[in-house]
């Protein structure tokens, strides 16, 4: 059980995009919600958004709505995030998490594999 995060953060202007992207291995989208949280410095890490059993469905926090969308590739087992009007209030870190549970109401004691962050930057 496991997941790559691939490199897709960096610094970006306000207004800007980015797009991140995780490759699992070692278990199914049937068996695991799939998704990223983010920790800004000086606060606790949160779910942003995630892809949940049985049908795919997608979750996002309030604060994403309307400019971030989650999309997943069955047959390479990846998920991306591409995330459209960046604010300077996505800056964070942000891990690719597995879980169990279900993803909208997981916190991060529910996450049952953490990948590796990537910084996010916006800023002008």
């Known amino acids: 059980l496991r997941c790559s995060c691939r490199s897709g953060g960096g610094l970006v202007q306000p207004g800007g995009s980015l797009t991140l992207s995780c490759t699992a291995s070692?278990?199914?989208?049937?068996?695991?919600?799939i998704g990223w949280f983010r920790q800004a410095p000086g606060k606790e890490r949160a779910g942003v958004s995630g892809?949940?059993?049985?049908?795919?469905?997608?979750y996002y926090t309030d604060s994403v709505k309307g400019r971030f969308t989650i999309s997943r590739d069955t047959a390479e087992n990846t998920v991306y995030l591409r995330m459209n009007n960046l604010k300077p209030e996505d800056t964070a870190v942000y891990y690719c998490?597995?879980?169990?549970?279900?993803?909208?109401?997981?916190?991060?004691?529910?996450?049952?594999?953490w990948g590796k962050g990537t910084q996010v930057t916006v800023s002008s």
């Open positions: 892809i949940r059993r049985p049908d795919g469905s997608a």
């Open positions: 998490a597995v879980t169990y549970e279900d993803f909208a109401i997981s916190t991060i004691s529910d996450i049952d594999y």
């Open positions: 070692g278990f199914s989208f049937d068996d695991y919600d």
